[in-house]
């Protein structure tokens, strides 16, 4: 129960519901918005400023086994950027101080997410095994509702139902997994090539490529993941990370994959990464063009950029693969291990840098994508954080997007020789508006996880909302909201964090039948090392979002 509030007379910005720069108050009571309050409710006055729902990000990593090993890996970066507790009101939980960088502490995440306007969060890659782990790091990042997304593209129990053709049992066995882990959605990784890393197999894998049998191929695991999350009606379709991350004319493997699921729902993660052509000189340039092409023609088609922001990240993926690539070529420190039967895992700290042409094609990618997506809807901001930079950098993204000259300023200072033939380097004109910012940073991710009561200020949503004060510099007005209201109650205040409440779990729990527990019980006695019994993390506080 939170109290009444009244939020008067801000220019309200929510796409959801047609809402575009008006001003009008919003009520809330009870962590809902609704049409009226008393005449006694608090009053927040946002004259002048700008009302957007809070911000909901659709892919980051932020409660993964891997962030935990990125964080023991980066120990400098934590020395470098020590957070003290926030002085937060007494009469709410306890301050923690925590530790930033490029992958903050969780304390530290929850409170970097809220002081941006961010609202809800998702971790795009836990593997089932580590579940457990990731559900208690949620429980220590405040204020953001959250979720993950399980992988199961190279899992072990998985492959033998493709194997066999027995798509029943492999949605039996999925939505036992999306139950036993707490997961909201699912995820698909380099398809294949995780597993067959793992075997030892270091060449590039096509799509119609046997994986140790005939009927396991990249398009047979993609074509029964999908299959599977549309027949369990799961709120957000198949996330899938394309095979060839990174790799030079890699945009053909990923319209074969956009191709392989045409008039299927499918959500294609960081973009950006997966958008590299071959240029006649045989050198990698731009793919963002026909690939976005692609996107616009195919409503069914949805994905966040991944967009690169210059300055340190770390890379950390599922993708044990491409990390191996990634360590060859910068011999920095690096993190490889294996998931047993499910999936793998690499990390290897970057850096980003202007001067440096595969970075500057990879920004201007990125960018490309943003201002060549005509559905915003569809096309959604991430920067995949923290591998192509943190998500404190989305306030100057936001800025990169809305201010041309701002951004012509910027390409002049990169490395230009991979940028031939580039749109963006040809201009673009484009500068997207507050609507635009509110669809792809909000409303759009919301729509695209099936969450109704996130994204939008209808009445009955979720009283997550964000107030900014109007800067010349976008980036200066969206890092520092002056209020934020999470579920109903004030947690920004006058630009002050001033409390951290926790914030609810997002998780689906799909019917099964029980019968998938006997084979499976006998798997895990045969090749886990986790006990069948000990594998499910039991039930969660909050209930499971709604399957239909
Ligand atoms: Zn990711």
Not at 94 to 108: E, I, K, M, N
Not at 147 to 158: E, N, Q, S
Not at 407 to 428: P, T
Not at 466 to 486: E, Q
């Amino acid at each position: 129960m939170t109290d009444a509030l009244r939020i008067t007379r801000g220019t309200v910005y929510d796409p959801a519901n047609g809402v575009d720069g008006v001003v009008a108050d919003v009520c809330v009571e009870n962590g809902r918005i609704v049409a009226v309050v008393p005449e006694s409710a608090r009053r927040i006055d946002a004259r002048g400023m700008v009302v957007m729902p809070g911000g909901v990000d659709i892919h980051s990593h932020v409660a993964g086994a891997t962030g935990n090993a990125a964080r023991r890996l980066l120990p400098e970066q934590h020395a470098a950027d020590a957070e003290p507790a926030p002085a937060l009101t007494r009469d709410g939980p306890l301050a923690r101080s925590g530790a930033g960088g490029t992958v903050p502490t969780t304390f530290t995440t929850g409170y970097r997410y809220a002081g941006l306007g961010y609202t809800t969060v998702f971790d795009a890659a836990v593997a089932p095994l580590y579940a457990r782990s990731s559900h208690a790091e949620l429980d220590e990042t405040p204020i953001v509702d959250g979720g993950f997304y399980v992988l199961v593209g190279d899992d072990a129990y998985l492959w033998q139902l493709i194997r066999t053709g027995d798509r029943p049992r492999a949605r039996q066995y999925v939505a036992w997994l999306l139950s036993a882990t707490g997961g909201y959605a699912l995820k698909i990784v380099n398809p294949g090539g995780v597993e067959m890393w793992k075997r030892g197999h270091r060449r590039r894998i096509g799509l119609d490529d046997p994986l140790g049998s005939d009927s396991v191929t990249p398009r047979a695991i993609l074509d029964t993941v999908c299959d599977v999350a549309d027949t369990l009606r799961l709120p957000h379709a198949t996330h899938i990370h394309c095979n060839d991350l990174g790799l030079a004319g890699n945009v053909a493997t990923t319209l074969a994959t956009m191709q392989a699921l045409a008039g299927r729902r499918a959500h294609f993660t960081h973009l950006q990464f997966h958008a590299y052509a071959i240029g006649a000189d045989g050198r990698r340039r731009s793919g963002a063009r026909e690939l976005v092409d692609y996107v616009n023609q195919h409503p069914e088609v949805s994905a966040d950029v991944g967009q690169v922001m210059f300055g340190p990240a770390t890379t950390l993926t599922a993708d044990a693969a491409v990390e191996y690539l990634l360590y060859k070529s910068s011999g920095r420190k690096w993190v490889n291990s294996d998931i047993e039967l499910e999936t793998g895992c690499g990390i290897v700290p970057h850096t980003y840098r202007e001067k440096q042409a595969v970075s500057a094609l990879q920004w201007v990618v990125g960018l490309e994508l943003f201002l060549l997506a005509a559905d915003p809807w569809r096309v959604v901001l991430s920067t995949d954080h923290p591998n192509g930079g943190s998500f404190m950098a989305y306030p100057e993204l936001m800025r990169l997007l809305m201010d041309r000259a701002y951004r012509d300023d910027c390409l002049k200072r990169v490395n230009g020789s991979l940028l031939q033939g580039s749109a963006l380097a040809d201009g673009l004109s484009r500068e997207y508006t507050l609507n635009e910012i509110a669809i792809v940073t909000r409303a759009g991710p919301a729509r695209l996880l099936g969450l109704t009561q996130k994204g939008h200020l209808g009445v009955g949503a979720d009283a997550d909302v964000t107030v900014y004060t109007p800067d010349d510099d976008w980036s200066v007005m969206f890092s520092t909201p002056r209020f934020v209201i999470k579920g109903g109650m004030v947690v920004v205040e006058e630009g002050q964090l001033r409390r951290a409440p926790a914030g609810r779990r997002l998780h689906v729990r799909p019917d099964f039948d029980r019968a998938i527990e006997a084979p499976l019980r006998s798997f895990f006695e045969r090749h886990a090392t986790v006990s069948f019994d000990n594998y499910p993390i039991g039930r969660l506080r909050d209930a499971p979002v709604a399957t239909e």
